[in-house]
Every structure is written in C-alpha cells, then in structure tokens.
C-alpha cells in the first residue's frame, strides 16, 4: 500500500520504486485500498528504475450483492480481496472493477460483489486477502467449512491458476490461531 492508501498507506512511490531498484527486486506492485489513484505514476517510476511494475488493488467485497446498502452494525459491510493485473486485460478489467465499486457498490467503502468479479475476472489473479478476507474471517469464526466453500467459488471464477490463499507470518494473534486452517483451505 502506498500513499493512495489513505489512512492506511505510508509508502512514498519515489521512495519505495528506488528501494525496489536498490535493493534489484526485479518486480514490485502496487495494491491500495480500493483505488488504482496512484497506477500511472507507479507504472512510470517503476519502468524508469528498471523494476517491473505490477498493477493492482485491495478492492472491498460485499458479502452479498454489491447493490444491497443495508448492513446492521455488527454485520460485515466488506471483505478484502487482492487483485493483480496480469496482462492488459486483466489491467482494463481491473479499472473497470474499481469503478464499478465506486459508481455501483459504494457503501461505506467501494464495494464490487462476486458476480462482478466472475464478469470482468479475465486477465487478473486473485488473493484471499489479510484477516479482514471472506475466507480469513471465516476462520477465525472456527467455520473451515465455509471458508473452502469461498475458496472454491473464488477458484472458479478466475480460473485454477489465478487464484491463491495468502499465509502470513505479521505476529498478530489472530494470524497464529488461523495460520494451520489457512493451509488446509488451499490443499
């Protein structure tokens, strides 16, 4: 997350894209919160340090419709999900999501939905996302069931290679208790 992601980001592109270069990773991407503000400017510092640009974005799920604006206030109004454009048009697709959740799934936070993703899916590779993930919360509910469930029809939609449950090792407690299960989803 870089600086386009508000409250959340602190990463400088400059900063960071020279780090990249310095250090030679030979790829790095961009995932803010919801947005894509920062895609070009990413693209461009990145092509002129010589480290592969890969464009993408953290986009909020709806756990239903991305249409439905009701939601109690202990009800999840959004799950996290990670994008990444794999090819041109993965990277239309992925504007296209992105603005979709602005002019269609706004509510609290850009939203898209599951028939959405399945509709502009082609070109892009999908991560299950941080603890605040459909599958990640699942877990921690103590519902494997459902979270292989989700991870399933994430799997269908984009397609068996464009998938994949991410593992983290941040020391956060939650992460520990979920990390064996995270790993039993993805067999």
Do not use: W
Not at 111 to 129: C, F, N, P, Q, T
């Amino acid at each position: 997350h870089t600086q386009y992601s508000l409250l959340d980001g602190a990463c400088l592109l400059p900063n960071l894209i020279k780090i990249a270069a310095d250090f030679r990773m030979p790829a790095l991407a961009i995932t803010d919160h919801g947005n894509m503000f920062g895609a070009i400017d990413f693209y461009q510092t990145c092509i002129d340090a010589g480290v592969k640009p890969i464009i993408g974005c953290e986009i909020y799920i709806a756990p239903g419709s991305r249409l439905d604006k009701t939601a109690s206030i202990s009800e999840e109004k959004s799950h996290h999900f990670t994008l990444l454009a794999k090819d041109e048009a993965g990277y239309k697709n992925l504007m296209k999501l992105v603005s979709i959740g602005y002019l269609e799934g706004f509510y609290y936070k850009p939203r898209i939905d599951k028939e959405s993703l399945a509709k502009y899916s082609k070109g892009l590779i999908g991560l299950s996302g941080c603890l605040k993930g459909q599958i990640e919360r699942c877990l921690l509910a103590g519902d494997l069931e459902n979270a292989v469930k989700i991870g399933s029809e994430f799997k269908d939609i984009l397609g068996e290679d464009n998938f994949y449950i991410e593992i983290m090792d941040n020391s956060l407690p939650e992460q520990k208790k979920i990390s064996k299960n995270v790993v039993e989803v993805a067999r």
